[in-house]
């Protein structure tokens, strides 16, 4: 090993391997087959390079990421080494020259496509290398190589020609693979398709112990706001914000550097829809730190190495764990704490499921492996529905998934409850109150299994609450026993229980774009309720203080807006995401108020104040008065029934009905800031 350290410092410049990196590198020396599973960012490519370095022939790096190619060959170019790449980006003319310098032993090491493998010409070229008298070919590695499972969220079928192509040299090199993100499952297809045989595996670490995981349930407004905040309060630091798709990008890019660029806080955009001028330009703004925001598709980040990333958001969900865990490991490289978030809500698993059912079809595969392929992406999905709800440790959840629970001392009970947490997430920090749900829990399993679980869960949820619907009444669920039995708890909190029921085992849910809530493996436990085996059900809730405070916050904003000048003239405004636009630019200014923390508690008294009556009139609660004019009182703050009057939205009537309780309401606030 002592040539490969040196290897190492002279074209590297590092003084030692990196945990894992020295066994995989000494078994590709001693000529046995390497599987590498290592996170993103952990060195995987230095696994191969030193090697490639140091032994004689040619060694091939099979890699999907044709764009690419060109930056790994530069980099090595620049530390002495003689590597080439050949793909599709070269002319005619290049390819030739490629393959007769390559002939001619110049090259340690050349990145290909998979889809070149299986080429005549390059075949050739490769079996003469290979053959006794050739230049030889000591090693094949495959980076990505989860593209050749099909249970993995990036099959390529062309990943299926690495082990053809190997099976065609006369003379068998070393095969070793590498991947950032391989279940268990995907890993013993790589072994398989790959045709590793007995080779030294290595998955180090998947914890990355300096990244905070934060998981934020909101609306797509909210989001926005959210993630406009974020950047303000870390205007110094660089971060990521993706989306899943280009138009996404678009729309909130606009909204943020509405919002950012006049605090003179750039932000960058980044999409493969853009021209390669654009996307040169913003990718360098931001690596160089002119633009700390970067707001992109899940096209951007790939091979950027750019140690100093301290924040990555999701503003929707990805397809996968292992999508999402790439793109959110892309923060933090350096070591240092770094934050990743993913703010989410129903319509981004709905846009999941159109896309996933809409996806183009292989022409490769089969009908059945088709099949197969849409169910594994629904079962991916269903995974990462699962990291945003959980309320157990995210961290925990991650690397239960990778099947790197060492790195926890992960506890299990028997419906998979959590473990210690690591206190270094959203769910280990949220305080949680925990609340006895059992009779809630077992009406919600008791109606799904009188239903044939034939149902999604909001339907169950509003049967179970007793709604009365056409849908409901089409079903003919007022009929069903149990229908209504929960009718004191809120369908939100219902469909909270169920899908901490499915969570945790209890309740199932099926794939396909309309899921339906079933019995799980354990709602036997539930029916086989009884003195002698008593089911119980707590779940965790944020505490109450959390979810008032981030009450408190959303009246800021308001208030921030109102503030500022800007007054939402509903006539004037125009609908759909504009109207949203607008809303980003009131903050703009950085008007601030006195008391404007005041004020937002006093809203949301007066905001209480508004539903008693509400709740007491039936009435919706902008009937008693609007928002606006809520945050009227809030800034006049009246103290008498002509004061009141002076507020906007509230006339005669408004002041005879319900002045005398805000006027009191406002008073008894006004006592307490004293
Ligand atoms: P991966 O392919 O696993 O995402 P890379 O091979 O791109 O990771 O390496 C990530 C970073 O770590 C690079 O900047 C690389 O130069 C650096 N690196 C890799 N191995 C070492 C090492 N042994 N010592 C110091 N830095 C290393
Ligand atoms: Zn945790």
Not at 264 to 271: E, I, K, N, Q, S
Request: charged letters at 25%; hydrophobic letters at 40%; proline letters at 5%.
């Amino acid at each position: 090993m002592d040539a490969a350290h040196d290897a190492l410092r002279t074209y590297f410049g590092y003084e030692s391997f990196r945990a894992g990196q020295d066994r995989l590198v000494q078994a590709i020396l001693e000529g046995r087959d390497a599987l590498g599973v290592m996170p993103t960012g952990a060195g995987k490519s230095i696994c191969y390079q030193v090697p490639a370095l140091m032994l004689p022939g040619i060694t091939f790096v099979v890699s999907p990421l044709v764009s690419l190619m060109g930056d790994q060959v530069r980099a090595l170019k620049a530390a002495g080494a003689r590597p080439s790449y050949l793909n599709s980006s070269l002319t005619p003319a290049q390819q030739n020259t490629v393959l007769k310098r390559a002939r001619e032993g110049w090259y340690q090491i050349m990145y290909v496509a998979p889809e070149r493998l299986l080429e005549p010409r390059f075949l050739a070229f490769s079996q003469a290398a290979a053959a006794e008298d050739g230049i030889g070919v000591p090693l094949v590695a495959v980076d990505e190589a989860h593209c050749v499972s099909q249970w993995g969220q990036d099959f390529r079928p062309s990943y299926l020609d690495i082990v053809s192509f190997i099976a065609a040299l006369p003379i068998r090199p070393v095969v070793a693979a590498f991947t950032a993100t391989a279940t268990e499952r995907v890993r013993a297809d790589i072994v398989r398709m790959l045709g590793l045989q007995r080779p030294e595996s290595v998955v180090t670490g998947f914890d990355r112990t300096n990244l905070f995981f934060g998981v934020e349930e909101m609306g797509d407004k909210a989001k926005v706001a959210w993630i406009r905040d974020f950047a303000l309060e870390h205007e110094h630091e660089s971060g990521i914000v993706y989306c899943s798709t280009r138009k996404a990008v678009d729309d909130l890019y606009l909204k943020l550097a509405h919002a950012l660029e006049p605090r003179g806080v750039h932000v960058a955009r980044y999409h493969a829809g853009m021209g390669t001028d654009d996307r040169t330009e913003n990718q360098v703004a931001f690596i160089n730190d002119t633009a700390p925001v970067i707001v992109a598709t899940n096209a951007f980040g790939m091979g950027i190495d750019k140690p100093n990333v301290r924040y990555v958001i999701h503003n929707n969900v990805p397809e996968s764990i292992e999508a999402y865990y790439q793109e959110a490991g892309r923060a933090g490289r350096d070591g240092d704490p770094a934050g990743c978030y993913l703010l989410w809500n129903g319509n981004d698993f709905r846009l999941r499921r159109y896309l996933i059912d809409r996806e183009p079809e292989d022409e490769r595969l089969d009908p059945d492996a088709r099949e197969l392929a849409r169910q594994n992406r629904y079962r991916l999905l269903n995974a990462m529905e699962g990291y945003c709800q959980t309320t157990g440790c995210l961290r925990e959840y991650i690397l239960r998934y990778f099947g790197d629970e060492g790195a926890l001392g992960v506890e299990h009970t028997a419906a998979g409850d959590n473990g210690a947490g690591c206190g270094n997430c959203s769910n280990c920090t949220t305080p949680y109150e925990t609340e006895d749900v059992t009779d809630l829990a077992r009406e919600a399993v008791l109606f799904v299994r009188a239903v044939n679980g034939r149902f999604g869960r909001a339907l169950v949820a509003d049967a179970l609450h007793g709604a009365n619907t056409e849908r409901i009444r089409s079903y003919h669920l007022n009929e069903a026993p149990g229908y209504g039995s929960l009718a004191a708890e809120s369908v939100g909190r219902i469909k909270d229980v169920i899908g901490q029921l499915v969570g945790r085992g209890y309740l199932v849910q099926s794939q396909g774009q309309y899921p339906v809530i079933g019995l799980g493996p354990y709602a036997t436990e539930v029916l086989a309720d009884s003195p002698e085996h008593p089911f119980s059900f707590t779940m965790k809730r944020r505490a109450s203080k959390a979810k008032s405070r981030a009450r408190v916050k959303r009246a800021v904003d308001l208030l921030r807006d109102e503030a500022a000048g800007v007054e939402p003239t509903p006539l004037a405004r125009p609908h759909g995401a504009s109207a949203l636009a607008e809303d980003v630019s009131a903050v703009a200014p950085a008007v601030s108020r006195p008391h404007l923390g005041d004020d937002a508690e006093l809203f949301e008294r007066l905001r209480e104040l508004r539903r008693d009556f509400a709740a007491e009139r039936s009435w919706a609660p902008y009937m008693v008065c609007s928002d606006k004019a809520l945050r009227g009182m809030c800034r006049l703050r009246p103290a008498t029934r002509d004061e009141l009057l002076e507020v906007p939205g509230i006339g005669e009537k408004k002041a005879d009905d319900f002045g005398d309780a805000f006027i009191k309401e406002i008073a008894a606030f006004e006592a307490l800031q004293e």
